[in-house]
């Protein structure tokens, strides 16, 4: 109980003092007054005593003068015993206390007197009263006149002599009883200005010391309001507590409004402060996640995965007139407040540093898978292969940058000359994918993708070609990155392969091999099967670029035959087929010197109906006509540049060159080119060119 | 010591709740029953009165958040520990809004479970 009362203990000591001091004072303000008031009526009756003397005094001559037995003497008898009994009694009671007669006749009671001088007076008094008190008492108990005559006059004579005597020590009495009654007056004025001043001085210390203790106070809440302000100001996260309400709380850290450029947030709601950054079903999911803070059977550190605004961005116009983006992240925790009224307290952390180095991590870490992945390509790639690939890139690029510097004039020239652009990145990517160089397939797919949107363009503009500039030159940059890997890898490859002196036609018997991962591959993307039997391959013997052309004629033809002819499994099951498709490619040299390349496959053959839709489709041929022509022409049309039949773009088919590219490069090769397919059945593309020498001389 | 808390594992995924059985901390919790649906969920449940509840929310024939409610519905006391993959926050938020107390995010490690089991229970 004293220590609960705490700081107040001081406080309850000085009233509780205070009302002791003033109960004291009331009490002997009582006490006293009855004192006085009993002095008063001593002193009234000691007066009275004084006129008694005087009074029987005056009766005992009345009683002489007056004629016997008339009314006259009566009367002062009845005076003389009156007077005499009042002053009997009286003298008693002041001498012994008891009860008397008051001035109106009531009861009076009178305490013995109690100071030497009044006891002394009324000893003498008594001593004097009580031989003229035995003499009327004679005179009142006279039968005859005579009888009263004989005893009224001793009585008269000792009266005479000691009646000034005994009114002089009545008169004494009264002198004392007045001057202790003044006295006890005078205690009593003490008293009660002791008290009141004891009083004042108590409530004095009250007030000074609740002063003082208020004053204390108020400095440890200044001092302690400071350091919340310079807290506030110095943090660096952006403070402030929310209440149920979802409202900010007047106090919140500088940083807080700098963060959100400076903006006034005290008391403002939680969707006025964020609205603005994010959408406004991410704001309802924060705002009933902030929610969940204040039910209080939710756990607080067990739902912080579910903060949705752990990444909100912030656009801040700058000084430059652009804007400069921050991230910031906000964290909620529950404040736990009296009367189970919680409120929640946000900390805004600006992240912006640490997603910015997350962003470059990831890229960082795309960047050496990329590289990762171009060292594992060159690495499975038969290093021949990967040479000529490199050198036929190069050869396209080459080609590519002269189209680029000479842009034409007019539109049709300007098309004419994204076509063939066109046309060399599409057969590069193709190259490439066969190889499964997928980092250079991806280059040449973005290539390709802006040349189209390009081309859907109605005006070409200068940009247009500085952005596939852009491009050729990612390719070119890309490409002799991994022709020094490349070179890099083949000398140590040389040097270890001296040692061991291993034959030259160990890299011929895996020279094409490329062609049976190829057709895996693009047989897995198609979602279909197929196996490559490659026949006579390794037994010619072919110059550079030969090699070269049968090389990319496999390629292609083996890409067509995957995509447009060999049919799902289900419905090659459905045909009586085996679900595995096959595809014959077929190398050997005539006779004559000429060298033959065939590919056949078991699928669905040419869909001379595919083909007629798809150029009717085009626009570029009127449908009527289309209906009229022959297979043989529909055929004609897989030769023109910018002509597909597949249903979708993908690395293996869909962008209509190819073909072409082909026919071309036999015909420049003075070769052949036939194609015959059964519908349902099969399909086989062959292609005759000249005897080497004679081709190496036509070229 | 007071007897261990009685536990139910809901999630329709074995894998998950092998792990869950193995993860905790078993001077704490005793693992009753496991279903790996809502409906199974709230089957067990009235049989078997548990104490604690881990609760998947994508599964089939009734699922977290509804049986969530159910469970509830039963015992308005009963502890529920939602574990499941942080897809969509607004679900996760909405689970506890019908009563879950906690939320552990998948894929999580077994100091993570008994961390958080133990916050889940803690007065």
């Known amino acids: 109980m004293w220590s609960a009362l705490g700081k107040y203990r001081a406080i309850v000591v000085s009233i509780a003092l205070f009302l002791f001091l003033d109960a004291s004072v009331l009490t002997l303000n009582f006490y006293i007054s009855f004192k006085i008031a009993d002095d008063a009526v001593g002193v009234n009756l000691a007066g009275r005593q004084r006129m008694l003397t005087q009074r029987t005094v005056k009766s005992l001559y009345a009683i002489d003068n007056a004629s016997v037995k008339s009314e006259a003497e009566a009367t002062a008898i009845n005076e003389l015993e009156m007077s005499y009994q009042l002053f009997s009694s009286t003298l008693t009671a002041f001498e012994q206390g008891g009860y008397t007669t008051g001035a109106a006749g009531e009861q009076v009671e009178l305490k013995a007197v109690s100071s030497p001088k009044a006891i002394k007076a009324i000893a003498e008094a008594k001593e004097l009263w009580q031989p003229l008190s035995k003499e009327i008492q004679q005179i009142l108990q006279a039968d005859s006149e005579q009888q009263l005559y004989s005893a009224l006059g001793p009585a008269i004579s000792y009266a005479n002599a000691n009646n000034l005597k005994l009114l002089s020590l009545m008169n004494s009495l009264t002198v004392e009883l007045e001057s202790i009654a003044t006295s006890q007056a005078q205690t ?38 400071q350091e919340t302000t310079e807290i506030l100001n110095t943090v660096s996260e952006g403070l402030f507590l929310l209440d149920e309400d979802l409202r900010l709380g007047n106090q919140h850290s500088g940083q807080l409004s700098e963060m959100f450029g400076g903006k006034e947030v005290s008391g403002i709601s939680f969707s006025e402060l964020i609205g603005d950054l994010v959408k406004s079903k991410d704001l309802e999911t924060a705002e009933r996640f902030v929610g969940l803070l204040f039910r209080p059977n939710v756990k607080d550190n067990l739902i912080k995965d579910l903060n949705p605004l752990t990444e909100v961005e912030l656009n801040i116009p700058d000084k430059e007139g652009g804007y400069s983006t921050r991230y910031l992240s906000f964290d909620f925790s529950r404040v736990a407040g009296e009367e189970n009224k919680n409120t929640v307290l946000v900390t805004v952390t600006d992240v912006t540093r640490s997603v910015e180095l997350a962003r470059e991590l990831a890229e960082e870490k795309e960047r050496s898978e990329q590289q990762m992945e171009t060292l594992t390509s060159i690495l499975h790639t038969e290093p021949k292969t990967l040479k000529r690939f490199i050198q036929d890139a190069f050869d396209s690029f080459s080609k590519i940058n002269e189209v680029l510097k000479d842009q034409g004039r007019t539109d049709s020239s300007m098309s004419r000359k994204l076509n063939e652009i066109f046309v060399e990145v599409h057969n590069f990517k193709g190259d490439a994918s066969a190889l499964e160089l997928d980092n250079f397939a991806d280059l040449a797919n973005r290539f390709e993708d802006d040349i189209q949107q390009t081309l859907t363009k109605n005006k070409v503009g200068g940009n247009d070609f500085l952005k596939l500039a852009v491009h050729l030159e990612n390719l070119i940059r890309y490409t002799e990155s991994v022709q020094e890997i490349a070179e890099k890898l083949a000398s140590f490859s040389v040097m270890s392969s001296d040692n061991k002196n291993t034959p030259k036609n160990h890299s011929d018997s895996s020279r094409w091999q490329h062609l049976t991962k190829l057709c895996y591959n693009v047989a897995e993307r198609e979602q279909k099967q197929a196996q490559l039997v490659i026949t006579g391959f390794n037994e010619a013997d072919l110059d550079e670029a030969t090699e070269s052309l049968i090389n990319d004629v496999c390629i292609q033809f083996i890409r067509n035959a995957l995509v447009h002819s060999i049919e799902k499994p289900e419905l090659r099951e459905a045909r009586n087929k085996n679900a595995c498709g096959r595809i014959d490619a077929r190398l050997c040299t005539m006779p004559s010197g000429e060298i033959e390349l065939s590919i056949h496959d078991d699928g669905a053959g040419i869909n001379y109906d595919k083909i007629r839709d798809k150029a009717a489709a085009s626009g570029q041929w009127d449908q009527n006509s289309l209906a009229n022509w022959s297979n043989k022409k529909l055929l004609g049309l897989i030769f023109e540049p910018g002509f597909s039949t597949a249903d979708k773009l993908s690395n293996d088919a869909g962008r209509g060159v190819g073909m072409d590219v082909i026919r071309s490069r036999v015909q420049a090769h003075n070769g052949r080119l036939k194609i015959s397919s059964r ?20 070229a | 010591m007071t007897a261990p808390l009685k536990m139910l594992i809901v999630d329709d995924s074995n894998v998950i709740r092998r792990k869950i059985e193995r993860g905790h901390d078993d001077t704490i919790f005793t693992v009753v029953g496991s279903a790996a649906s809502g409906a199974e969920a709230v089957e067990q449940f009235n049989q078997l009165q548990p104490d604690v509840v881990t ?15 159910h469970l509830i519905n039963l015992n308005p006391e009963v502890k529920i520990l939602v574990i499941s993959a942080l897809s969509d926050k607004s679900t996760g938020i909405e689970a506890l809004e019908r009563g879950a107390q906690g939320f552990l ?19």
């Open chain 1, 188 to 225: 009593l004025r003490y008293i009660q200005t002791g008290g009141i001043s004891l009083a004042i001085v108590n409530f004095l210390f009250i007030l000074f010391h609740f002063l003082g203790e208020l004053r204390t106070n108020d400095r440890k809440l200044e001092a302690a309001r």
């Open chain 1, 679 to 698: 519908s349902g059945i099969d399909c086989q593309f062959t292609i005759t060119l000249p005897p080497q020498k004679q081709a190496s001389a036509a």
């Open chain 2, 55 to 69: 609760m998947d929310l994508t599964m089939p024939q009734m699922d977290g958040i509804e049986c969530i409610s």
């Open chain 2, 105 to 123: 995010t998948k894929p999580f490690d077994d100091q993570k479970l008994s961390e958080a089991l133990k916050e889940l229970v803690e007065v």
